[in-house]
Structure formats: C-alpha cells, structure tokens
C-alpha cells in the first residue's frame, strides 16, 4: 500500500558546473546553462509505503507528511535560486535528479523508519525523475 502527498514549488537554476570551462558547459547543458539563470514550476509526488493502522485506518496521517514536505523542501526551495540560496548546491549541479535526491534524503532523515519513502519530482510537464533511494 502506498499513499501519495503532492506539493509545487517554483525556483530557478542554471546547469553548470565551476570546474569546467565555459564551452564544456555550453556543450554540455546548452540553454539550461543561461547565465542569467531559468524557472521552473515544479510538482513535487512524495509517496509512503507500509501498513495500514488498523484503528485509525491510516497507513500514515497525510498532514505529517504536508508538514514535512512545507519544513523540508517547500520553505528550502520555493522562489529560491536554487545555485545562489541554497547551500544544498552551492557544488551540486540542481539538475531534476539532484534536486530529487537532496529532497529524498531530507525527507528521510525525518521520516519514520517503518515507513518506506520514494519520491517524483517533475521539471516540466513531461520530463520526471524518480527517487527512492536507488
Ligand atoms: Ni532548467
């Protein structure tokens, strides 16, 4: 069984890396590598798994995984630059799938250890990456 907790939040980035030369990056990440840097309106899926309480009926009460997701990623990320704001990629590319594992291991460190964690994170409408600890 597993229950399902979205959320949305909207920051900027750009794709690049400091030790490499501006033409490597260019080639590389091309408009994603826009020094003046880009938005995205992100959807974030984070979905729990494990067994349903039998006397609340619950397999987890969706408001503390609200109050998770607000603490660790919304107030952290949202209309943040994620290069400039945040220390998590101060040298850490914010790629969908970086972004995707700083999330799932913040979320993790705080989450019960009963209950298993994956998370989906989508960019635009149809580029998506997945977490769950692999
Ligand atoms: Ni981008």
Known sequence: MRVCRRATFNSAHRLYRK???DEKNQEIF???NNKNYHGHNYTLEVWVSGKVNEETG???DLKIV???IKD???ERFDHRNLNLDCI???NLNPTAENIVMVSWNLL???LDKSFGLSIKLWETENN???YDGN
Do not use: A, N, P
């Open 58 to 60: 619950y397999l987890i």
């Open 88 to 90: 998590e990629f101060e």
């Open 128 to 130: 998506i990456v997945e």
């Open 30 to 32: 091309g408009k994603c």
């Open 66 to 68: 609200k109050d998770l």
């Open 19 to 21: 030790d490499w030369s």
């Open 108 to 110: 993790r460190s705080k």
């Open 72 to 74: 660790e990623i919304i």
